[in-house]
């Protein structure tokens, strides 16, 4: 089966630029995530999809992130303006069912705000 | 809340050496374990894991024991590659929905 796929791969924009990032899951899988790590610090969970619905962003560090899962098939994570903080890369990661036995990674994406 | 610490990289080995990555956790509750990788270029990939109190997780040589006395999973392998160079993270499975919490993971160079 084909696996997580995310694209861009990297993505250099200047602050206060908007970049979208998108993440195709898994087919068939119905619990989509994001995770975010900032340079040198830990991978952190921002929001959990269940098929459409939002079941947990308690991660979102702020309303300049809107994530979107239209159909609860792929998943849009958008940052809108973006600042230099915002840089780090983005993992996105998907699962049958709960992620209780772990999940399938994407490859990532870079993201750079200069 | 629920916290994983994991030793700080870069760690250094020579091929065929023996490699062991301590990883610690606080946890309310009785989560999953894991550790992942990352190779040069590429995105996480699931290690091993372990589900409950004394289970050992086993992968490509790696191994890793769910102690909860100690509330440890070390990552051990006897005789380390140059191919095993990546960084290893430690993991948990925390809240209803298991949101994965990391450790800030461990930089691995094993050199020929």
């Known amino acids: 089966e084909a696996g997580v796929t995310q694209f861009p791969s990297h993505s250099v924009i200047e602050k206060g630029q908007t970049v979208t990032l998108r993440c195709d899951p898994i087919s068939g899988h119905d619990n989509l995530y994001w995770y975010r790590r900032v340079m040198g610090k830990e991978i952190k969970f921002l929001l959990h999809?269940?098929?459409?619905?939002?079941?947990?962003e308690s991660g979102m560090p702020n309303n300049r992130f809107l994530a979107e899962r239209t159909g609860g098939t792929y998943s849009t994570l958008k940052v809108q303006p973006a600042e230099l903080e915002d840089s780090g890369v983005y993992f996105c990661a998907s699962s049958r069912g709960a992620g209780f036995s772990g999940y399938t990674f994407g490859s990532g994406t870079r993201l750079t705000v200069v | 809340g629920d916290s994983v610490t994991q030793m700080e990289g870069p760690v250094t080995l020579s091929e065929e050496a023996f490699l062991t990555i301590n990883c610690t956790y606080t946890a309310t509750g009785y989560p999953s374990l894991f550790w992942y990788v990352q190779y040069p270029g590429e995105g996480l990939q699931l290690l091993l894991k372990?589900?409950?109190?004394?289970d050992k997780g086993s992968n490509k040589g790696f191994e890793a024991t769910y102690r909860k006395e100690t509330t440890s999973f070390h990552l051990e392998k006897g005789s380390v590659q140059v191919s095993d160079s990546a960084v290893y993270f430690c993991a948990l499975s925390g809240g209803s929905q298991g949101n994965l919490i990391f450790g800030k993971g461990t930089k691995l160079s094993v050199k020929p």
């Open positions: 999809f269940v098929k459409e619905s939002k079941q947990d």
């Open positions: 372990a589900t409950k109190a004394d």
